[in-house]
């Protein structure tokens, strides 16, 4: 295994191994793009191949399997071992008590921010001999959560970039660093990752029919992290009592709230609400029906964003609920996410938000 295993972005990939193969490896680089894309996979084949035994001079890869390929793993793994463990702590102080750096380092926020202790850290020991390879590489992943006080201290060692140590990191988008940090850093620009990658993920070990792949694909939204974790059978089964939902209070064919079928919206609800402790799931579900239903409502040209294989329906659901519908409905996913961190009876808020929809504008 070398750079062919990564799946998609061929272009910030081509221009890591160009960087490999000149020999002129930047003192910092900046990985930038949106989330489940493969930054911070791709840092880590850096740090691999910048420290591989196989790789030849000018050598362009790593082989995934000498010592230090196996080592670079073994510093990650314990990285987050040790990140997690602070993350848990409640007293402020040993949360960076005694930071040890491997060669091969993981830095990410261990509060809401990455921690002024952990780029103090990193500075002393940015300039000393690796421990064990020829090149250290932190990666600090999240920047844009570094603290401010963080952000001045990593500006002075991207002043005066060390020559044993290579920092790589990783944002969102380049946009929420500063301006000095950015441009003290090879950029490396991510983008989404192509439907027919993300179908040949999806297609990993699972039997998947066309319109599965199809839905698939539109969720994951170029994300390959999320293709790997979607579950397209347990999608489709999740968003069916939303489906129930919307049948009973959107249908065309009442005329008023007497003839909703209220039996298929209470079942509905108490499906919805009996997954109470992944509720977030629910209402996410819920808020991309949303957003489709908008979408149909405004006749956008462009087919719905992910629930395409339910457009006529979504159509008439937008139809009878209208804009001022949608808002309520938005409104009721809101007060739901509003109260999911208390203990409060989410079928009930579900079953109001029903019999509201039904009554139609005030
Ligand atoms: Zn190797």
Not at 7 to 32: D, M, W, Y
Not at 134 to 157: C, G
Not at 230 to 241: K, Y
Request: with cysteine.
């Amino acid at each position: 295994m070398g750079f062919e295993s990564f799946l998609g972005n061929t272009k910030a990939v081509t221009a890591v191994r160009e960087i490999l193969a000149s020999g002129r490896v930047p003192g910092a680089l900046l990985f930038a793009g949106l989330d489940g894309v493969g930054k911070k996979t791709l840092a880590l084949m850096l740090a691999k191949a910048l420290n591989c035994e196989k790789r030849p001079a000018g050598g362009d890869d790593f082989c995934g399997e000498c010592p230090r390929c196996r080592k670079a793993e073994e510093f990650l793994t314990a990285t987050r071992d040790d990140l997690s463990r602070r993350r848990e702590s409640k007293d402020a102080q040993k949360r960076t008590d005694g930071l040890v750096y491997f060669d091969i380092q993981l830095i990410e926020p261990i509060t809401r921010y990455i921690l002024t202790d952990q780029i103090r850290q990193l500075r002393q020991v940015a300039y000393t001999h690796p421990f064990e390879s020829p090149r250290r590489v932190f990666i600090i992943d999240e920047a844009q959560t570094l603290h401010w006080q963080a952000v001045d201290l990593l500006l002075k060692v991207l002043e005066e970039p060390p020559d044993t140590t290579t920092l790589i990191l990783i944002c969102p988008n380049a946009y929420q660093l500063r301006p000095t940090i950015r441009s003290r850093c090879r950029l490396i620009p991510f983008s989404q990752v192509d439907p027919p990658v993300i179908a040949e993920v999806l297609a990993e070990g699972r039997k998947l029919t066309p319109a599965q792949q199809g839905l698939g694909v539109r969720v994951a939204a170029g994300s390959v992290a999320k293709a790997k974790k979607l579950d397209c059978e347990d999608f489709v089964s999740r968003r069916r009592p939303w489906l129930d939902f919307l049948d009973g209070i959107a249908n065309p064919a009442a005329r008023s709230p007497g003839d909703i079928d209220w039996r298929l919206v209470f079942d509905a609800t108490k499906a919805l609400a009996d997954n109470r402790h992944d509720f977030e799931v629910t209402l996410d579900m819920g808020y991309s029906l949303l957003s489709d239903l908008l979408h149909v409502l405004e006749e956008s040209p462009e087919p719905p964003v992910i629930h395409l294989d339910l457009r006529p329906r979504l159509a008439k659901w937008a139809q009878k609920l209208g804009l001022e519908g949608l808002e309520r409905f938005k409104s009721g996913l809101d007060q739901g996410y509003r109260l999911q961190t208390r203990n409060v009876n989410q079928q009930l808020g579900l079953e109001v938000l029903a019999i509201d929809l039904a009554a139609g504008p005030d």
